[in-house]
């Protein structure tokens, strides 16, 4: 079973930053591909930000320069650095995890104030 534990949601004024952490055994970094979503309500989970097992990441447009998805290895984290904040980046946040199946944490709230 794969367990994936989110961390790091809060409340931040416009342009502040965050960073989400997910926490994930050593041994589904090195074979999953890790991804970050969100979804507000009302709206699909999106994708924000993916990172292979070789270490390609990929961006959703309205995320890139601003946003960047990072492995820790001594903290068996996936983290996702988040910089200039925005209203419309408000969301639950969640840590996914896909190889042939997939998982998903419980999700971390961040919300961002105008």
């Known amino acids: 079973q794969v367990q994936l534990v989110e961390s790091g949601g809060g409340l931040v004024q416009t342009g502040g930053s965050l ?11 090195r074979i ?13 989970r999106e994708l924000v930000a993916r990172i ?30 988040m910089n200039d904040l925005k209203p419309e980046d408000t969301a639950t946040y969640f840590c996914n995890a896909k190889r042939v199946g997939e998982y998903w944490g419980q999700g971390t709230q961040v919300t961002v104030s105008s």
């Open 19 to 29: 960073t989400l952490a997910c926490a994930a055994s050593m041994s589904v970094l």
């Open 32 to 44: 999953y591909t890790m991804a970050w979503y969100r979804q507000a309500p009302g709206k699909q």
């Open 52 to 81: 292979t097992t070789g270490d390609i990441t990929n961006y959703a447009d309205s995320v890139k320069g601003r946003f960047t998805i990072s492995r820790d290895n001594s903290k068996s984290t996936v983290n996702l650095q």
